[in-house]
């Protein structure tokens, strides 16, 4: 029996180090952007976790048992190759969070040069709680560099169109929701 959930069992029947990743966020609601970053982290990674942070003090559009919902529904529909790729959430620090799910590493999509600054000053301050695990960071097709969930709720909540820029099943939830 494998004990270790780092290792698993490949189609020859060979042990080998799996290559766990964390790809956290709010997914409040999961964009196409998101997913084309899944995707191109199943490249990488032969298991992907999908961590939502429950923020108590934030009150979100989707509930995060909502957010679980919608994402394991997409998922269903986007090509992930061999990759595995898990729904989960998380409280307190990410580090811990990955530590605790033996993660390598921790993905996070860059759209511009407006989110590196956020970015690389959380990355650091992962990298300084915990130096073992890295930060890998992917960029979306450029037609998602624009796309955030912020905007897509601002431009649905003021009754524009955001066809194209989230899974047909999220805006669906987000008009049932109205
Ligand atoms: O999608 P978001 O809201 O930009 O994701 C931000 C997230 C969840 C990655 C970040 O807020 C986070 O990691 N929160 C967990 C708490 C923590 O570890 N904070 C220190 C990070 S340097």
Redesign the pocket.
């Known amino acids: 029996m494998v004990t270790c959930p780092r290792l698993a069992v490949n189609s020859e029947g060979l042990l080998f180090n799996m290559r766990r990743a964390i790809y ?4 409040d609601p999961v964009t196409n952007g998101h997913l084309d970053i899944i995707q191109r982290g199943c490249k990488l990674f032969d298991e992907i976790i999908i961590a939502i ?1 429950i923020h108590p003090d934030k009150t979100p559009f989707f509930s995060v048992q909502e957010r679980k919902e919608i994402l394991a529904d997409v998922l269903k529909d986007i090509e992930q190759g061999g990759c595995t790729v898990v729904v989960d959430s998380f409280e ?4 811990q969070y990955a530590a605790d799910r033996e993660a390598h590493a921790i993905v ?1 999509g860059i759209r511009a040069i407006s989110d590196y600054e956020y970015e690389l ?2 990355a650091l ?2 990298r300084r ?1 915990e130096p073992s695990l890295e930060t890998v960071f992917m960029m979306p097709a450029e037609a998602y560099s624009y796309v955030s ?1 912020r905007l897509v709720k601002e431009v649905f909540q003021l009754g524009g169109n955001i066809a194209g820029l989230v899974p047909a099943v999220v805006e669906e939830r987000m008009r049932q929701k109205k």
């Open positions: 956290p966020g709010s997914f942070l307190g620090l990410l580090v996070r000053q959380m301050m992962n709680l969930s």
